[in-house]
Structures are given as structure tokens and as C-alpha cells.
């Protein structure tokens, strides 16, 4: 009777662990999904946006540079540039900053 007393605990003490471990695997995958969500914006604000990469895109291209000399100098990738210049939502501001102090006034 003792053997299966202890054979029921380790059963119950596997089956926990394996709810943790599902746990873990379904709250990692909630933060993913969170962190790759576009966050919605007001039109306007889409709009302001749109217009800003719109102005950053035509002073580089005043300046000849292009998006790959740029995106270097502001340590950033060309895509990440790229959707600077789209008015991408998702785009920190600190890589906006970026762009613009490596653009020559």
C-alpha cells in the first residue's frame, strides 16, 4: 500500500510539473504575440506620422544619402528606416531621434 501511495504522489508531482511547463510555454507565447501586435492609432495621428517619415524620407534624399548610409549611421537596420519613412506605428521614438540627429541640417 505504500508503493502505491508513493506512486500517486510522483504521478501527481510529474502531472504538476507538466502544467507548469505548459504554463510557462503559453505565457511566453502571449508575450510574443503581444510584443508583434501594431498598436492601434486615431487617423490623425496615423496621418501625422505618414507625414513625418514622408519628411524624413525627402531630407535624406535632399541630402543624397541613402536609407542604407543612414540607417548605419543612425544604428539602426534599412528596414527599420524603411518604416520610419512609412509611418509605421511601431517605431520607437528613440529611433526617430536617431534618424534625425544623423541627418545633416
Excluded at 508531482?13 to 505565457?27: G, I, M, Q, S, Y
Excluded at 510574443?32 to 513625418?52: F, V, Y
Excluded at 534624399?61 to 524603411?82: D, F, P, Y
Aim: hydrophobic fraction near 40%; charge should be positive.
Amino acid at each position: 500500500m505504500a508503493a502505491t501511495a508513493e506512486g500517486d504522489q510522483l504521478d501527481v508531482a510529474v502531472n504538476n510539473a507538466r502544467l507548469e511547463a505548459h504554463k510557462c510555454v503559453f505565457l511566453d507565447h502571449q508575450r510574443s504575440n503581444l510584443a508583434n501586435r501594431t498598436p492601434a492609432l486615431l487617423p490623425r495621428i496615423q496621418r501625422i506620422l505618414e507625414e513625418l517619415g514622408d519628411n524624413i524620407r525627402l531630407a535624406r534624399l535632399r541630402r543624397k544619402l541613402s536609407a542604407a548610409q543612414v540607417a548605419e549611421r543612425a544604428g539602426m537596420g534599412r528596414t527599420t528606416l524603411t518604416k520610419i519613412e512609412q509611418g509605421h506605428p511601431g517605431v520607437g521614438m528613440g529611433q526617430i531621434i536617431n534618424v534625425l540627429k544623423v541627418l545633416p541640417s
